[in-house]
């Protein structure tokens, strides 16, 4: 039986990259999985990965920036699998712009994506998360587990990164939302906790391709795997491998943390 039997979670931006490892990662754990993703073809993808490996899951494409979308996305949770346990808050984006060059379109599209969505969805599931707790105290003086709240903040967020304005000050938000919220939810055994990913594979630390918004210029990219302590990049896994404890029962007595999975990064421990 996987530690996460008969649980189950949310995972946004889950058609790619750390938010499909995570999804597949507590899916293998046991849990059945909402996998969502603006875009339908890698949240499908994700979905028939899971399905392959004998787990559940269902697909949400709803777009969290909208609360009334993400109050769609948690009650798919709910009436497809009965409940909701885990929350996982892992879509995110990024737009480089220097600090001098940054306009608010760019700005807000960053916030929206890395912290609104969080914000929304997070509030989406109070319902299902807080309310149940608190009737299960009300009912027989304490909770029958604890619930889950997990965000994807960056390990850019702890040092400051040039051209980053935008998305640091969200994942520095994440960063503080996780605080926050482990004080309110603590007293309804729901654990708050957020992972800080250093230099991980994904698309969004590709090599930089011309004209494209995302992505690493080549010579950024070999100077952040010198910048690592184990020698070398990240993957999806090893950040998946961290959210899969947090929301487990092992972790029952960990909250209102960021961990930083970052190879021994220089400056990244901060």
Do not use: C, W
């Amino acid at each position: 039986m996987g530690r996460l039997e008969g649980r189950v979670a949310v995972v946004t931006g889950a058609g790619r990259g750390i938010g499909r490892a995570t999804a597949v990662r507590l899916a293998r754990d046991g849990a059945a999985v909402v996998v969502n993703d603006v875009d339908p073809e890698p949240a499908n993808e994700t979905a028939e990965l899971i399905g392959r490996d004998g787990g559940q899951a269902a697909v949400s494409t709803d777009d969290t920036i909208s609360l009334d979308a993400a109050k769609r996305l948690v009650r798919t949770a709910v009436e497809r699998f009965g409940k909701l346990d885990i929350v996982v808050n892992n879509a995110g984006i990024t737009r480089d712009r220097m600090f001098h060059r940054m306009d608010d379109e760019t700005l807000d599209f960053v916030l929206d994506v890395n912290l609104r969505t969080a914000y929304h969805t997070t509030l989406a599931a109070m319902p299902y998360l807080r309310d149940v707790a608190k009737q299960e105290i009300a009912e027989q003086g304490k909770v029958a587990y604890h619930r889950k709240i997990n965000f994807t903040s960056s390990s850019a967020a702890m040092t400051g990164n040039v051209g980053q304005y935008n998305y640091t000050a969200a994942k520095g938000a994440v960063i503080a939302t996780t605080k926050t919220l482990a004080r309110e939810l603590g007293p309804f055994g729901i654990n708050v906790n957020a992972v800080a990913p250093g230099f991980i594979e994904t698309r969004l630390t590709a090599p930089k391709e011309e004209g494209s918004d995302i992505g690493i210029p080549q010579n950024l990219r070999d100077m952040a795997v010198m910048l690592i302590a184990l020698g070398r990049p990240g993957q999806p896994e090893d950040v998946a491998n961290v959210h899969a404890f947090l929301v487990s029962s092992d972790a029952d007595f960990v909250s209102g943390v960021t961990i930083p999975v970052a190879g021994g990064q220089l400056g990244a421990m901060g």
